[in-house]
């Protein structure tokens, strides 16, 4: 079959922004998303000569690497004027990038619980408070904020975690109904277990105990997250807004 266009492309035209996306799921929605004709911005906390070049080989001219820490507001806001400044807009923002500080609530320290927060929550609210800005003068935009099952069911271990990532949906829906009739949607997706370097450090014990609870019976693909992004920033998917894709395998049915 040919391959389609540049004009077919779905999101032909479109200005994205992925972060965390050196490597795992923010890495495999970037490359969905560019494969789909959007520029993209690869949001990475170090530029490495490495990825300078896959990005030159493998880009079209349409992937660039951008210095972004989501942890941190300075880099936020320079991150982002230089993507406005380039590019002049930003349709879609997917906040992938996120961290695990895992231990039990009794033994948690004070450090362990903000800094989860403030990667996975305070920078994403940071960068949709600035991005939807731009996105509300074109009166077009698509957020996408990758939150966890264990936002919505808990998780022994995660209680950090699992603040961050139930937070990301309550920031969303609150979003979603602030700029609903801007042509902005806030969505989020909602992983089970993923094949990444964040489940790879798991225990084999752990691992094989968390298999027992996902009736397809495997983990899931980075790509497959991807596809989910790619469904929810498209243009067909308008009227949905607010809502949380669970991709898990089945793992949970909320
Ligand atoms: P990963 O393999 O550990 O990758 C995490 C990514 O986030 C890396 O690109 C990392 O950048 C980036 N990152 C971390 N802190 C950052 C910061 N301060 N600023 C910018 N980037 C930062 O994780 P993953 O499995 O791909 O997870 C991606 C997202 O999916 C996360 O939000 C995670 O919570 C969520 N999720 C994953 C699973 C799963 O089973 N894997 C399940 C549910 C939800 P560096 O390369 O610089 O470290």
């Given amino acids: 079959m040919a391959e389609p266009s540049e004009k077919t492309r779905m999101l032909s035209g479109q200005v994205a922004l992925v972060t965390g996306a050196s490597r795992g799921i923010g890495r495999a929605i970037a490359d969905c998303l560019l494969a789909e004709g959007a520029e993209v911005w690869y949001g990475v906390r170090q530029v490495t000569p490495e990825m300078e070049k896959e990005m030159a080989a ?18 936020i806001e320079k991150g982002l004027d230089a993507l406005l400044n380039r590019s002049g807009r930003i349709d879609i923002l997917v906040n992938n990038a996120g961290i695990v500080r895992d231990g039990l609530v009794v033994r948690m320290k004070d450090e362990e619980f903000t800094e989860v927060i403030v990667t996975n929550l305070l920078g994403a609210f940071r960068l949709m408070r600035k991005a939807v800005k731009a996105m509300m003068k074109n009166r077009y935009g698509r957020i996408v904020s990758i939150s966890s099952i264990s936002g919505t069911t808990g998780n022994a271990g995660q209680a950090n975690y699992a603040a961050s990532k139930g937070g990301l949906v309550a920031l969303s829906k609150s979003l979603a109904l602030e700029v609903a009739s801007r042509g902005i949607t806030v969505n989020v ?27 397809v019976g495997r983990f899931g693909k980075a790509e497959e997250i991807a596809y989910a992004v790619r469904y929810l920033v498209s243009r067909e998917a308008g009227f949905v807004t607010g809502q949380t894709l669970h991709v898990n395998g089945g793992m949970a049915l909320v």
């Avoid at 992937?63 to 941190?72: C, R, S, T």
């Avoid at 909602?190 to 009736?215: N, W, Y």
């Fill in 189 to 215: 997706v909602a992983p089970g277990f993923i094949e990444t370097d964040m489940t790879g450090v798991l225990p084999d014990r752990v691992r094989e105990k968390a298999l027992e609870h996902i009736p």
């Fill in 58 to 75: 493998s880009g079209g001219g349409k992937a660039f690497l951008l210095p972004l820490d989501v942890a941190d507001g300075d880099s």
